[in-house]
Protein backbone atom coordinates (compact mmCIF):
# COMPACT_ATOMS: atom_id res chain seq x y z
CA UNK A 1 0.00 0.00 0.00
CA UNK A 2 1.12 3.63 -0.57
CA UNK A 3 0.28 6.15 2.00
CA UNK A 4 2.25 9.71 2.83
CA UNK A 5 1.99 8.67 6.95
CA UNK A 6 3.12 6.38 8.91
CA UNK A 7 0.01 6.21 10.92
CA UNK A 8 -1.29 3.62 12.66
CA UNK A 9 -5.12 4.24 10.63
CA UNK A 10 -3.61 3.12 7.40
CA UNK A 11 -3.07 -0.42 8.38
CA UNK A 12 -5.93 -0.49 10.42
CA UNK A 13 -8.32 0.13 7.72
CA UNK A 14 -6.54 -2.06 5.20
CA UNK A 15 -7.21 -4.74 8.06
CA UNK A 16 -10.16 -4.04 9.57
CA UNK A 17 -12.05 -6.01 7.77
CA UNK A 18 -9.68 -9.01 8.24
CA UNK A 19 -10.50 -12.34 10.44
CA UNK A 20 -7.31 -10.96 12.47
CA UNK A 21 -3.93 -13.49 12.61
CA UNK A 22 -0.22 -12.60 13.03
CA UNK A 23 1.60 -9.76 11.97
CA UNK A 24 5.52 -9.83 11.89
CA UNK A 25 6.75 -6.57 12.45
CA UNK A 26 9.25 -4.04 14.39
CA UNK A 27 8.12 -2.28 17.20
CA UNK A 28 6.92 0.68 15.82
CA UNK A 29 4.14 1.92 18.37
CA UNK A 30 1.60 2.26 15.35
CA UNK A 31 1.48 -1.86 15.25
CA UNK A 32 0.92 -1.72 18.35
CA UNK A 33 -1.92 0.22 18.43
CA UNK A 34 -3.42 -1.66 15.12
CA UNK A 35 -3.38 -4.57 17.71
CA UNK A 36 -5.24 -3.01 20.11
CA UNK A 37 -7.79 -1.29 18.57
CA UNK A 38 -8.42 -4.60 16.33
CA UNK A 39 -8.58 -6.86 19.10
CA UNK A 40 -7.58 -9.80 16.57
CA UNK A 41 -4.12 -9.07 15.64
CA UNK A 42 -1.32 -10.69 17.34
CA UNK A 43 1.95 -9.24 16.66
CA UNK A 44 5.35 -11.18 16.62
CA UNK A 45 8.03 -9.19 17.14
CA UNK A 46 11.46 -8.95 15.22
CA UNK A 47 14.09 -10.82 16.93
CA UNK A 48 16.66 -8.95 14.36
CA UNK A 49 15.99 -5.62 16.01
CA UNK A 50 16.64 -6.75 19.59
CA UNK A 51 19.79 -8.40 18.64
CA UNK A 52 20.48 -5.28 17.17
CA UNK A 53 19.80 -3.22 20.45
CA UNK A 54 22.46 -5.38 22.28
CA UNK A 55 24.66 -4.67 19.68
CA UNK A 56 24.54 -0.94 19.25
CA UNK A 57 24.76 -1.42 23.19
CA UNK A 58 27.96 -2.78 22.98
CA UNK A 59 29.71 0.01 20.40
CA UNK A 60 27.62 2.46 21.85
CA UNK A 61 29.41 1.70 25.67
CA UNK A 62 32.66 -0.46 25.66
CA UNK A 63 32.56 -0.93 29.33
CA UNK A 64 29.47 -2.80 28.51
CA UNK A 65 30.46 -4.71 25.79
CA UNK A 66 31.16 -7.99 27.11
CA UNK A 67 27.93 -7.82 28.59
CA UNK A 68 25.54 -6.98 25.77
CA UNK A 69 27.76 -9.67 23.75
CA UNK A 70 26.71 -12.40 25.25
CA UNK A 71 23.00 -11.62 25.06
CA UNK A 72 23.61 -11.74 21.56
CA UNK A 73 24.87 -15.05 22.06
CA UNK A 74 21.73 -16.25 23.92
CA UNK A 75 19.81 -14.84 20.98
CA UNK A 76 21.79 -16.36 18.48
CA UNK A 77 21.30 -19.73 20.61
CA UNK A 78 17.30 -19.49 20.31
CA UNK A 79 17.95 -18.99 16.40
CA UNK A 80 19.60 -22.04 16.65
CA UNK A 81 17.65 -24.39 18.72
CA UNK A 82 14.12 -22.77 16.73
CA UNK A 83 16.05 -24.00 13.24
CA UNK A 84 16.76 -27.10 15.01
CA UNK A 85 13.28 -27.58 15.88
CA UNK A 86 12.06 -26.78 12.62
CA UNK A 87 14.03 -29.48 10.49
CA UNK A 88 12.42 -31.90 12.11
CA UNK A 89 8.54 -30.74 12.27
CA UNK A 90 7.65 -34.45 10.41
CA UNK A 91 9.39 -36.48 13.24
CA UNK A 92 6.54 -36.18 16.39
CA UNK A 93 9.55 -37.52 18.44
CA UNK A 94 12.27 -35.26 17.75
CA UNK A 95 10.37 -32.15 17.29
CA UNK A 96 8.78 -32.83 21.19
CA UNK A 97 12.52 -33.25 22.56
CA UNK A 98 13.64 -30.30 20.54
CA UNK A 99 10.56 -27.85 21.28
CA UNK A 100 11.05 -29.20 24.74
CA UNK A 101 15.00 -27.44 24.91
CA UNK A 102 13.76 -24.35 22.62
CA UNK A 103 11.29 -23.90 25.83
CA UNK A 104 13.34 -24.22 28.46
CA UNK A 105 15.76 -21.59 26.72
CA UNK A 106 12.95 -19.16 26.68
CA UNK A 107 12.42 -19.68 30.21
CA UNK A 108 16.19 -19.76 31.44
CA UNK A 109 16.44 -15.80 28.86
CA UNK A 110 12.97 -15.22 31.16
CA UNK A 111 14.91 -15.51 34.00
CA UNK A 112 18.12 -14.02 33.39
CA UNK A 113 16.51 -11.15 32.26
CA UNK A 114 14.45 -11.09 35.84
CA UNK A 115 18.02 -11.05 37.55
CA UNK A 116 19.63 -8.56 35.28
CA UNK A 117 16.50 -5.83 36.22
CA UNK A 118 16.68 -7.06 40.11
CA UNK A 119 20.12 -6.04 39.79
CA UNK A 120 20.82 -2.53 41.30
CA UNK A 121 24.18 -2.02 39.90
CA UNK A 122 22.78 -2.69 36.31
CA UNK A 123 23.94 0.89 34.37
CA UNK A 124 21.28 2.27 32.64
CA UNK A 125 21.86 2.04 29.33
CA UNK A 126 21.80 -1.98 29.73
CA UNK A 127 18.65 -1.32 31.88
CA UNK A 128 16.99 -0.13 28.73
CA UNK A 129 17.40 -2.26 26.94
CA UNK A 130 16.36 -5.42 29.24
CA UNK A 131 13.32 -3.39 29.63
CA UNK A 132 12.53 -2.90 26.15
CA UNK A 133 13.00 -6.77 25.99
CA UNK A 134 10.88 -7.00 28.79
CA UNK A 135 8.07 -5.16 27.29
CA UNK A 136 7.98 -6.64 24.22
CA UNK A 137 8.58 -10.22 25.49
CA UNK A 138 4.73 -11.33 24.63
CA UNK A 139 5.22 -10.58 21.24
CA UNK A 140 9.07 -11.57 20.67
CA UNK A 141 7.63 -14.94 22.35
CA UNK A 142 5.05 -15.64 19.96
CA UNK A 143 7.11 -17.85 17.42
CA UNK A 144 7.26 -20.34 19.94
CA UNK A 145 4.07 -21.58 20.32
CA UNK A 146 3.53 -20.78 16.22
CA UNK A 147 6.38 -22.22 14.69
CA UNK A 148 4.74 -21.20 11.16
CA UNK A 149 6.26 -17.44 12.45
CA UNK A 150 9.58 -16.73 11.74
CA UNK A 151 11.96 -15.10 14.18
CA UNK A 152 12.34 -12.40 12.45
CA UNK A 153 10.97 -9.92 9.45
CA UNK A 154 13.92 -9.85 7.16
CA UNK A 155 12.18 -11.85 4.24
CA UNK A 156 9.38 -9.07 4.31
CA UNK A 157 12.62 -5.70 4.51
CA UNK A 158 14.50 -7.90 1.80
CA UNK A 159 11.46 -8.30 -0.31
CA UNK A 160 10.98 -4.58 0.10
CA UNK A 161 14.30 -3.51 -2.05
CA UNK A 162 12.72 -4.88 -6.02
CA UNK A 163 10.41 -2.08 -5.84
CA UNK A 164 13.44 0.49 -4.37
CA UNK A 165 15.73 -0.83 -6.99
CA UNK A 166 12.73 -0.43 -9.67
CA UNK A 167 11.91 2.80 -8.16
CA UNK A 168 15.26 4.13 -8.36
CA UNK A 169 15.47 2.62 -12.00
CA UNK A 170 12.78 4.21 -13.20
CA UNK A 171 12.92 7.51 -11.15
CA UNK A 172 9.38 6.70 -9.27
CA UNK A 173 6.31 7.58 -9.84
CA UNK A 174 5.18 10.52 -11.29
CA UNK A 175 1.77 10.66 -9.54
CA UNK A 176 0.25 10.03 -6.86
CA UNK A 177 -2.25 7.72 -8.59
CA UNK A 178 0.82 6.00 -10.48
CA UNK A 179 2.65 5.09 -7.50
CA UNK A 180 -0.65 3.32 -5.77
CA UNK A 181 -0.89 1.82 -9.10
CA UNK A 182 2.60 0.30 -8.40
CA UNK A 183 2.30 -0.57 -5.26
CA UNK A 184 -0.80 -3.01 -6.12
CA UNK A 185 1.42 -4.12 -8.70
CA UNK A 186 4.36 -4.81 -6.41
CA UNK A 187 1.33 -6.14 -3.28
CA UNK A 188 0.04 -8.81 -6.61
CA UNK A 189 3.40 -10.07 -7.35
CA UNK A 190 4.58 -10.35 -4.55
CA UNK A 191 1.81 -12.39 -3.39
CA UNK A 192 2.28 -14.48 -6.60
CA UNK A 193 5.84 -15.12 -5.80
CA UNK A 194 5.26 -16.29 -2.63
CA UNK A 195 2.20 -18.90 -3.76
CA UNK A 196 4.81 -20.17 -6.17
CA UNK A 197 2.88 -18.97 -9.11
CA UNK A 198 4.36 -18.01 -12.31
CA UNK A 199 3.59 -14.33 -12.14
CA UNK A 200 3.40 -14.12 -16.52
CA UNK A 201 0.92 -17.20 -16.30
CA UNK A 202 -1.41 -15.51 -14.66
CA UNK A 203 -1.38 -12.13 -15.33
CA UNK A 204 -1.94 -13.86 -19.06
CA UNK A 205 -4.98 -15.77 -17.62
CA UNK A 206 -6.64 -12.92 -16.09
CA UNK A 207 -6.09 -10.64 -18.78
CA UNK A 208 -7.45 -12.84 -21.49
CA UNK A 209 -10.74 -13.64 -18.57
CA UNK A 210 -11.37 -9.59 -18.67
CA UNK A 211 -11.28 -10.08 -22.15
CA UNK A 212 -13.87 -12.05 -22.37
CA UNK A 213 -15.82 -10.06 -20.24
CA UNK A 214 -16.01 -7.43 -21.88
CA UNK A 215 -12.79 -5.48 -20.78
CA UNK A 216 -14.26 -5.90 -17.07
CA UNK A 217 -13.00 -8.18 -14.60
CA UNK A 218 -14.86 -11.44 -13.87
CA UNK A 219 -17.78 -11.89 -12.12
CA UNK A 220 -16.27 -14.41 -9.98
CA UNK A 221 -12.15 -14.74 -8.85
CA UNK A 222 -11.98 -17.48 -7.12
CA UNK A 223 -10.48 -19.24 -10.08
CA UNK A 224 -7.40 -16.44 -9.69
CA UNK A 225 -7.55 -16.28 -5.62
CA UNK A 226 -4.72 -18.75 -4.88
CA UNK A 227 -6.41 -19.91 -2.03
CA UNK A 228 -9.41 -20.62 -3.38
CA UNK A 229 -7.99 -21.84 -6.75
CA UNK A 230 -8.71 -25.61 -7.17
CA UNK A 231 -4.76 -27.82 -6.54
CA UNK A 232 -5.23 -28.47 -9.99
CA UNK A 233 -5.32 -24.86 -11.21
CA UNK A 234 -2.89 -23.97 -8.85
CA UNK A 235 -0.13 -26.17 -10.32
CA UNK A 236 -1.42 -24.92 -14.12
CA UNK A 237 -0.49 -20.74 -12.63
CA UNK A 238 2.58 -22.54 -11.20
CA UNK A 239 3.54 -23.37 -15.49
CA UNK A 240 5.28 -21.12 -17.74
CA UNK A 241 2.62 -19.31 -19.93
CA UNK A 242 1.66 -20.54 -23.53
CA UNK A 243 1.52 -17.31 -25.50
CA UNK A 244 -0.96 -18.17 -28.46
CA UNK A 245 -0.04 -17.66 -31.80
CA UNK A 246 -3.13 -14.98 -32.42
CA UNK A 247 -3.54 -12.04 -30.21
CA UNK A 248 -6.97 -11.69 -28.19
CA UNK A 249 -9.26 -9.88 -29.52
CA UNK A 250 -10.51 -7.91 -27.18
CA UNK A 251 -13.08 -5.30 -28.53
Sequence with gaps: MLDPTRSA????????????????????????????????????????????????????????????????????????????????????????????????????????????????????????????MQKHWSGLTVFVDHPEVPMDNHVAERDQRGPVVARKNFYGSGSEWAGALAARMFRLLMTMRLWGINPRTWLTAYLEACAANGGQPPACLSAFLPWTMSADRLAQMRRVAVHPADPIDSS
Excluded at 34 to 59: M, P, S, V
Aim: charged share 25%; proline share 4%.
Design 9 to 132: QVPIAELSDSEGGIVICDRYSGYQKLARILGTILLAFCWAHQRRDFIELANAHPDLSGWALSWVERIGELYHLNEARLAVRADPVQWAERDDRLRQAVAQMTTERATGLANPALKAPARKVLQS
